[in-house]
């Protein structure tokens, strides 16, 4: 099993800045993908970026690319999302997940095996 916990978020005003840490107890897997959605009132599940957990490679949303950065600390089992320039309409649950085996980007949620509880970020105009 493996848990996943979400930290960093917060209400911070249009321009600023957040980092979200997701820390992921259990094995994490050469082959594990893991990404960060979010979720808006009345709004689907969005993908936002992913980071493979060998190599650390990334693939973004458009709405995140020059803006967000997801990376990872492989010691610490931790995966991150710095947040720069944010705008009202990033406002949403943020939520970490883990792909465990495929190693390929899914944009998909329901792709993912294990999720965490999501951290709120509002970004007041």
């Known amino acids: 099993q493996v848990q996943l916990v979400e930290s960093g978020g917060g209400l911070v005003q249009a321009g600023g800045s957040l980092r979200l840490s997701c820390a992921a107890s259990?094995?994490?897997?050469?082959?594990?993908?893991m990404a960060w959605f979010r979720q808006a009132p009345g709004k689907e599940r969005e993908f936002v970026a992913a980071?493979?957990?060998?190599?650390?490679?990334?693939n973004y949303a458009d709405s995140a690319k020059g803006r967000f950065t997801i990376s990872r600390d492989n010691a610490k089992n931790t995966v991150y999302l710095q947040m720069n320039s944010l705008k009202p309409e990033d406002t949403a649950v943020y939520y970490c997940?883990?792909?465990?085996?495929?190693?390929?980007?899914?944009?998909?949620?329901?792709?993912?095996?294990?999720w965490g509880q999501g951290t709120q970020v509002t970004v007041s105009s």
């Open positions: 997940a883990l792909d465990r085996y495929s190693g390929s980007y899914r944009l998909s949620p329901r792709e993912y095996d294990y």
């Open positions: 259990g094995r994490i897997f050469s082959s594990s993908v």
């Open positions: 980071i493979r957990w060998s190599g650390g490679s990334t």
